[in-house]
Every structure is written in structure tokens, then in C-alpha cells.
């Protein structure tokens, strides 16, 4: 299968591209940085700067994006996040309208996000929306890509939670002060995190290209998410250091701004559209998850 990717040199789409070349797939590679592309994309996959490259295309894999975390929310920087997300999905849309011969899916990334702060409420796909700013990006984000859907493309959007993996993301963060035995839960640390390991994120959305029946939302978590305070816990136990020192919420708001917002709450999400059409997790448990990715 032909997949083209965007967001390929981001932290879920290194991961995904080596493992849809070693699946044996052809990769095509969008991307508006093509010197920095070609020193993360394997040499294997091919690197476009412009859709009107893409040729014989089968299925598309929209992870692009502006990272959310990346630093302090300001107008500027919404109005990025809005623009790397939804221009990009547009541009996919108007691009595949064009085609006499469409791909025959698209996975588009959204996240858990979706949902907004919902305390202890568990979450599947069928939940509403929230109506901050992050859940209004995600339903913007997911409502550009189901315009696939009428161009009759099979349409998944994936709800991606907290992505483990030590080498980025919020894991790698989040070692340093472990390692030194300054780590600890964040504010009151009940925030639940639905959490997922980067191998399994990878898995899913390959599994997705390739089960024809798989269609709609799917929350991109594993199944057994865990409070802020039993992640820090957990985390502490993997690295035999305690974990017991917390940041208190002041603190984090006067750091991160209004993006403190996304540490200091959190959504009790369950993955229940891929349980139920058979997706088999290799780390449904955190333990075992942190245990995977930072042996020793």
C-alpha cells in the first residue's frame, strides 16, 4: 500500500514510518522542511513538499500539527495551532477531490482533548464534546476531516491521548527530576491521564489502514488510565526513586499560562470502538508500559 504521511518528522510519525517501511508499504512524506526531512525520514520513504507530487496515493496518515506542549500559549501561537491543523487537513481535502482515483483511507490525528475536563467520568467515543479551547480545536480539526468521508474515503479519526515513549513527549519531560528523585504528582495530582504506549499508538494506526470495517472515532489509550498521582507513583517504582514531591498548581500556572490548563485536568478516556473491533494492546498496563521503555 502507497501511504502518504504528514507530520512524519514529528514524535508519533518517526515512530510510524519506520514501522509502515517495515510492513513492507511504499511512504510518501509531506512536509514544508524538506533539508530537515531527510535527516529523520528513512531513506526509503520519499520526501514531498507539495501535494501536487503525490501520485497513486492509498491511504493517508494526517499527523500534522503544531505541538500544543511546545511552550506558552499566546494569541500567535493559537492561531498556529488552528492553522497547522486545519490548513493542512483542508489542503488534504481539496487535494483528494481532486483525484480521479482516490485513496481508499484516511486516519486523521485529533486527541483526547475532544472531550475537556470531565473529572472522573468515563469517556468513550460516543461522550460529547467539551467547550474549551482544546476540545474547539479538536472538533474543528475532526470536522475538516470527515469531509473525507463524502468524497467516499473510509474516514477514522483518532483521539490520541498521553504518548509514552523515553525518547520525546511528555515521558521525556517528565525523567529528569524523577531520575533525581524530585518527581511527584502535579497539583492535587487526581487529574486522570489517559495514557498510551508510542509502540501501541503506531500498531493502531496501522491496524486502522488495513481493517476495512474500521471507520468513525477511536481514542488512541490505553485501556487503564491512571490518576497523575498513581502515574507519578508508578513512574517513581520503575526508576527505584520516590516520587512524592508534588508541584503545587501556583506554580505551574505562573510557568505554563493558560496551557497549565492541560496539566492541572485531564479526561478518564477508555479506547472502547478498538477493544471492540479487536485491537489487541501489547501494554494495557502502565507498569508494564515504563517498564518496557526504561529498562534497568
Excluded at 10 to 17: D, M, W
Excluded at 220 to 238: I, Q
Amino acid at each position: 500500500m502507497h501511504v502518504l504521511l504528514t507530520g512524519g518528522t514529528g514524535f508519533i510519525g518517526h515512530a510510524l514510518c519506520g514501522h509502515l517501511l517495515r510492513a513492507g508499504h511504499a511512504l510518501s512524506v509531506l512536509t514544508r522542511d524538506p533539508v530537515r526531512a531527510r535527516t529523520q525520514v528513512p531513506a526509503s520513504a520519499r520526501v514531498l513538499v507539495s501535494l501536487d507530487d503525490a501520485r497513486d496515493v492509498e491511504a493517508v496518515v494526517n499527523l500534522a500539527g503544531e505541538p500544543l506542549m511546545a511552550g506558552r500559549w499566546n494569541a500567535e501561537r493559537k492561531a498556529e495551532f488552528r492553522r497547522s491543523r486545519l490548513g493542512t487537513t483542508q489542503a488534504l481535502m481539496t487535494w483528494m477531490a481532486r483525484q480521479s482515483v482516490r485513496p481508499r483511507v484516511l486516519v486523521s490525528g485529533s486527541a483526547i482533548g475532544y472531550y475537556g475536563p470531565r473529572d472522573d467520568e468515563a469517556l468513550d467515543e460516543s461522550a460529547a464534546p467539551g467547550g474549551d479551547f482544546a476540545a474547539q480545536l479538536c472538533r474543528d480539526w475532526e470536522t475538516e476531516a470527515m469531509q473525507a468521508e463524502g468524497l467516499d474515503v473510509r474516514t477514522c479519526r483518532l483521539r490520541t491521548g498521553i504518548v509514552l515513549a523515553a525518547d520525546g513527549g511528555a515521558l521525556a519531560k517528565m525523567l529528569p527530576p524523577f531520575r533525581l528523585g524530585a518527581g511527584g504528582p502535579m497539583g492535587d495530582g487526581r487529574q486522570w491521564m489517559s495514557w498510551i504506549h508510542r509502540d501501541d499508538l503506531v500498531r493502531m494506526i496501522a491496524w486502522l489502514l488495513d481493517s476495512d470495517r474500521a471507520g468513525g472515532a477511536y481514542n488512541g489509550t490505553a485501556p487503564e488510565p491512571v490518576t497523575n498521582r498513581v502515574f507519578a507513583r508508578t513512574l517513581g517504582k520503575v526508576l527505584h526513586r520516590p516520587a512524592v514531591l508534588p508541584t503545587p498548581a501556583f506554580a505551574l500556572k505562573a510557568g505554563f499560562g493558560e496551557m497549565a490548563h492541560l496539566l492541572l485536568t485531564g479526561q478518564r478516556v477508555l479506547p472502547a470502538h478498538a477493544l471492540a473491533e479487536g485491537f489487541a494492546f501489547r501494554f494495557p498496563v502502565l507498569e508494564d508500559a515504563l517498564r518496557d521503555l526504561l529498562p534497568g
